[in-house]
């Protein structure tokens, strides 16, 4: 069994510097949010330091699961000298990005393993690295992760405005609405009817590695999303039991794919 936490796996020096290398590395995409809703310790490149966490996380979790090395390697290389993890991102000339460490010589350190950088096949620290691991996937078929249009959504609007966590979430100037309830539940529906035309607008995200879906809610504005509603998949429809700022649907839902959805990318830069 190995730490699933990238920060207890192995010692990790200039993380932010290590990160924008990565960043001007991997092909072009935006990892920072134009209009940050919150603060972040890391202000340049806070999306691509959640993502690569997840990954690692998620490989290392499949790696304890791993029935045998050959099967473990898929996920996570280890030997004595290095181990090594794809990040799922891939440089210009598209070669695949590996996270990859080597033991930590440090006497004074707790831990095993030094993490060196990001990099290609082709480093010296891959060398003796076979197999390379996979890129990190997702049974999306098993997760059912095509949204069903035909579907009804019912939304737990006692349990989400009953949540402090969750009444957050909702633009300060409808909070204290008393029609609030009656608010959420027609943008609900709004937002179904538009996704019965455009699938697009929903978006996957992973959660306890079981895929959801991300509805645009617009409860100010007829035509812009001010949040987004979780939708878990049941039988025969999907429950809404969760809102997210638009910022929290972004990082969850680069866990999979680079969002691609208008009401997305309009908040990196």
């Given amino acids: 069994m190995i730490i ?66 050959g099967q473990a390697e898929k996920y996570l290389f280890m030997n004595g ?23 930590n010589r440090k006497p004074e350190s707790t831990f095993q393993w030094y993490f060196q950088g990001f990099v290609d096949e082709m480093s010296p620290f891959m060398m003796q690295v ?8 997702y049974d999306m078929a098993l997760c059912s992760a095509q949204y069903n249009q035909g579907w009804n959504i019912r939304v737990n609007v006692e ?22 309830p009656l608010l959420l539940e027609t943008a609900v529906e709004y937002a179904r009817r538009k996704a019965a035309v455009d699938y697009t607008m929903v978006v996957p995200q992973l959660y306890r590695n079981r895929v959801q879906f991300l509805l645009p809610i617009c409860l100010t504005h007829m035509e812009k999303a ?3 509603m979780a939708l878990s998949t049941m039988e025969g429809y999907y429950l809404g039991h969760t809102c997210l700022t638009l910022e929290m649907a972004y990082l969850n839902a680069r866990m999979l794919g680079k969002p691609a959805a208008p009401w997305l990318t309009s908040l990196v830069k």
Wanted: glycine share 2%; charged share 25%; hydrophobic share 35%.
């Fill in 4 to 69: 699933e936490d990238l920060f207890d796996f192995a010692y990790i020096p200039d993380w932010y510097e290590q990160l924008e290398t990565l960043k001007k590395a991997a092909l072009p995409e935006a990892w920072t949010f134009r209009k940050p809703q919150y603060t972040y310790k890391n202000q340049t490149t806070p999306i691509l330091e959640r993502y690569i966490q997840h990954v690692f996380r998620r490989q290392a979790f499949h790696y304890n699961l791993a029935k045998g090395k």
């Fill in 81 to 103: 000298e290095s181990a090594c993890f794809h990040t799922g991102l891939f440089n210009q000339r598209y070669k695949a990005i590996y996270g990859v460490f080597t033991q």
């Fill in 130 to 137: 076979e197999p390379l691991p996979q890129k990190p996937t």
């Fill in 159 to 180: 349990h989400i405005l009953s949540d402090s966590e969750n009444l957050e979430r909702i633009p300060p100037k409808i909070r204290k609405a008393k029609n609030l």
């Fill in 226 to 228: 001010d949040m987004a």
